[in-house]
């Protein structure tokens, strides 16, 4: 596609549920990353992917957070038992390579009730 | 670790006025120093970026130049439109790579007609 997707655009779960949330990169693009930005905040860095292997996942805040990209295309970002804590939106964004510019997706809305 | 420290708004301007958006950082070895934007309902977008000290970073009428004695990159704009109107969000990145940015926590500007 022209540009970063990412789905859902909004999910809203309880408490303690499960979530995925997809990113697809602009194609061609080896690099992907994953950052969060809470309300009133800058992004803060997740998770880096250069191909299928997370490259850095320093910024993963607990064990409760996870990430795949099991074809170096498509990613997902996994939250398990979830917290009210993690209401914030998710973004994804791919560079050609490492030391490429970074495009950003809209993001995704995540609101945990 | 590295910081960036930046200029809280919002700024509220009328157009054609003179924009300066103050952004300040301490990170170690030399960093790459980025201004993002985000316009409303779109993701983030890359405005300008300089790589070494004393480089200027321009686009869209837009300006920064990298003070490396200050440990400073603000952003200015001599004559500001309606469309200019959207968050903007410095960052730095280790040395040579975006790979993992750090954010300052964003300033609003609205500009009236």
């Known amino acids: 596609g022209a540009g970063v997707s990412q789905t859902p655009s909004n999910k809203v779960t309880e408490k303690g549920k499960y979530v995925e949330l997809r990113c697809d990169p602009i194609?061609?693009?080896?690099?992907l990353y994953w950052y969060r930005q809470s309300l009133g905040q800058g992004p803060e860095f997740l998770i880096y992917?250069?191909?299928?292997?997370?490259?850095?996942d320093s910024g993963l805040p607990n064990d409760r957070f996870f990430a795949v990209r099991p074809e170096g295309s498509v990613s997902t970002l996994k939250i398990q038992r979830t917290e009210r804590g993690d209401s914030a939106v998710y973004l994804c964004a791919s560079s050609l390579n490492e030391g490429g510019y970074l495009h950003f997706g809209n993001g995704t809305r995540l609101t945990v009730t | 670790g590295n910081s960036v420290t930046q200029m809280e708004g919002p700024v509220t301007l009328s157009e054609e006025a003179f924009l300066t958006i103050n952004c300040t950082y301490t990170a170690t070895g030399y960093p790459s120093l980025f201004w993002y934007v985000q316009y409303p309902g779109e993701g983030l977008q890359l405005l300008l970026k300089?790589?070494?000290?004393?480089d200027k970073g321009s686009n869209k009428g837009f300006e920064a130049t990298y003070r490396k004695e200050t440990t400073s990159f603000h952003l200015e704009k001599g004559s500001v439109q309606v469309s200019d109107s959207a968050v903007y969000f410095c960052a730095l990145g280790a040395s040579g790579s975006a790979r993992q940015l750090t954010f300052g926590s964003g300033t609003q500007l609205t500009v009236l007609p």
């Open positions: 992917f250069q191909g299928t292997g997370a490259a850095d």
């Open positions: 194609s061609g693009h080896t690099a």
């Open positions: 300089a790589t070494k000290a004393d």
